[in-house]
């Protein structure tokens, strides 16, 4: 499902001061006080804080994020809530965002969240399409962003809801928001016992929420309304998404999948064991000097589009989060490769509306300049992106939280097995290294190994990089794109690349591969490391595993032998408490951090980062669901 261009918000104010949108013709809140009626209409229609009391979790879904004043509302009485829940879950929808200097100017009126609104605004995301994450307050308040309308998108959100602040402009004014199928989306997903507020009283309003079995009372409004309408969900249909009970997990890999995934468990309150074959984390397909992060635009959109997206901004957030991590935001200029792939990436520019943060099309002259070096063509240039170390991110990850992060290096995991206390993680020897209600998957090719992995058809992607000396060639301040990638120097070397093979098995370095990588850099840079002697080049090979669709393979674990001809992807029988994190290919970097937020919040049963049809896109019983079908059909 493409996405359209976000259109920012249009925000001016009334004499009084008072914000108003002129393309709604509705003010954004009350004259008589923002804050004073956030509180009554939200807070005290949904009985907050006291129903998020002493519970785990708890998951508001707001149709409206406006100014950010619900939010900041919340927030604060959360913190300011002795028997706050453990992690406070906040899903807000906006089809016209506010741009960044926009939020800042209208929380000003508004002094008692100055504090909250300056952190908001510090991780407030660029306007692209889609759903953003923003983890606040150590990871115990989670703002998850939709930029998109509300009618459409509130399919694709996969969450179980605690309390609903139904917000937005008045019905008359913006009536798809309060229509009939934005009621029964949300209906479906509304968790045992979910509540509502809203300031509007309008029929159509109250007959489509009583049409999806909220039942609904009159409760006294805030000034100068009289009245306000507040709900609860009459369905008795069972809690879908209970959180876990004991938080203990394993994590088989310590390269950048597994590591990350250990860190959002961390993060998330769990106990975790990371055991990891190689002498050190960070060795594998994840020991490279260093790669490349960026998104990758396409005029459709596809689902490789959305993904590095969303994968890109992802990582940004966790690198700013972990000093430690090495890496360095220089930007990536990608250069068409002639002049039919220099018109795509016009087009595709043009298409998807990008805010030129994230990706701006540059003409022939302007790359030149940002190369410092002259070249015959445009192309895409990300002034955010960069390169990044993987082995410094994989082990900053694993140390940010030590008192939960046990990491035992040289260990050889030969087998899974379910015991009744759980899974146990065993040696070649049978003898138990580690044990745990939870395994995670994240060994790349070495999953093959293990039975309950075997099925899985994934491919291990041969692929050589090339050490050039620094002092060899001309400074290179840029990550360059075109044909293969060159990095900037880091430790006295610049790194160039990288082949790739298929079924090919070799671990050695080879000499055509440093040919070959360097004949792929003269058709970039003419020139550039003419000097060098292939024969004298140092490099590193590794083996990055590949899916046959060239998506992530993230999700709970199938047993494959239970899958039937008639199989659907939500039916399929899943192995307890058995997950996996594979299949990243050449992207690991870029979708690390999403796939990890992604995977731990299906354990949790927390609302999900990404759309339903990407996570089904990355469910590991796909494969299961289409060879299934290819069988009925032959």
Known sequence: MASMPVQPARLEFMPDGTPFSPAFGDVYHSIHGGPAQARHVFLGGNDLPQRWQDRKRFVILETGFGLGLNFLATWQAWRADARRCRRLHFISIEKHPLTAPDLAGAQQAWPEFADLAATLRQHWPPLTPGIHRLHLDDDRVILTLVFADAASQLREVDAAVDAFYLDGFAPASNPE????????????????????ATWSLARPVRDALAAVEFALERRPGFAPRREMLAG????????????????RAIVVGAGIAGSTVAHRL????????????????????????????????????????????????????????????????????????????????????????????????????????????????????????????????????????????????????????????????????????????????????????????????????????????????????????KHGYAVPAVDGHCLIGATLSLYDDEAGERLDDHRANLAQLELTLPGFAAAIDPGQLAGRVGFRPLSPDRLPI????????????????????????????????????????????LLVSRIEGDPLPLERDLVDALDPGRFLVRCTRRQVRT
């Open 554 to 597: 993230v999700g709970p674990v199938p047993a494959a032998s239970a899958a039937g001809i008639n199989s659907r992807l939500h039916s399929l029988p899943r192995l307890p408490g058995l997950w996996c994190a594979q299949g990243y290919g050449t992207r690991g970097i870029t979708w690390s951090a999403l796939m990890a937020d």
């Open 232 to 247: 609860h969900f009459r369905s008795r249909r069972p809690d879908r998404r209970p959180p876990p009970g004991e938080r």
């Open 177 to 196: 928001m309060w229509s009939l199928p934005v009621c029964k989306a949300l209906a479906r997903l509304a968790a045992p016992g979910a509540t509502l």
């Open 266 to 481: 961390a993060a998330s309150g769990w106990e975790v064991a990371v055991l990891e074959q190689a002498a050190a984390p960070g060795q594998g397909a994840s020991g490279n000097l260093a790669g490349m992060l960026r998104p990758l635009p396409s005029p459709d959109d596809n689902r490789i589009s959305r993904l590095t997206r969303a994968g890109y901004l992802a990582t940004r957030a966790l690198l700013q989060s972990l000093p430690a991590a090495r890496w360095s935001p220089c930007g990536v200029l990608h250069l068409a490769r002639d002049a039919g792939h220099e018109a795509q990436q016009r087009r595709a520019v043009e298409m998807l509306g990008l805010p030129p943060e994230v990706v701006q099309f540059v003409a022939a002259a302007t790359a030149s300049a940002l190369l410092e070096r002259p070249v015959d063509s445009g192309g895409w240039w990300f002034p955010g992106g960069g390169w990044v170390q993987p082995p410094s991110l994989c082990r900053a990850a694993l140390a940010a939280f030590p008192e939960r992060i046990t990491v035992r290096c040289a260990v050889a995991v030969d087998a899974l097995k379910w015991a009744e206390t759980g899974w146990q993680a065993l040696a070649a020897d049978g003898n138990v290294l580690a044990e745990a209600p939870v395994v995670v998957m994240a060994s790349g090719v070495a999953a093959a190994h293990f039975s309950q992995f075997a099925w899985l058809p994934q491919i291990a992607a041969r692929g050589q990089v090339s050490h050039l000396p620094a002092t060899a060639t001309p400074p290179l301040e840029i990550v360059l794109c």
